[in-house]
């Protein structure tokens, strides 16, 4: 069994921080691409960043130079740095990975976490 669990959601004001963190646990052999989706109320979920196995980053507009995504390999974990936080960015934010478990044959599958709440107030 394969989970992903993310933390660090929270409230802030305007202009303030807040950094997420997603671990898998469970029979993992390798996480391939990480990334963090976000959905506000009324709205569909939409990708904020991801990032490959080698590092490699993708964000969407509305996060580049404010968010910064990265992983730990070795933990199985991704993180979304979080600055210059607007109102806007109000949501629940999703972690997705795609993983190879050696109980579903070794081949990679997509998860999603439970969600985290990002309340930023004006």
């Known amino acids: 069994q394969v989970q992903l669990v993310e933390s660090g959601g929270g409230s802030v004001q305007a202009g303030g921080s807040l950094r997420l963190s997603c671990a898998a646990s469970?029979?993992?052999?390798?996480?391939?691409?990480m990334a963090w989706h976000r959905q506000a109320p009324g709205k569909q979920r939409e990708l904020v960043a991801s990032i490959t196995y080698g590092g490699s980053t993708n964000y969407a507009d509305s996060a580049k130079g404010r968010f910064t995504i990265s992983r730990d390999n070795a933990k199985n974990a991704a993180y979304l740095q979080m600055n210059s936080l607007q109102p806007e960015d109000t949501a629940v934010y999703y972690c997705n990975a795609d993983i190879v478990t050696p109980s579903r044959g070794f081949l990679a599958y997509n998860y999603w976490g439970q969600g985290t709440q990002v309340t930023v107030s004006s």
């Open positions: 469970g029979s993992i052999f390798r996480v391939n691409d």
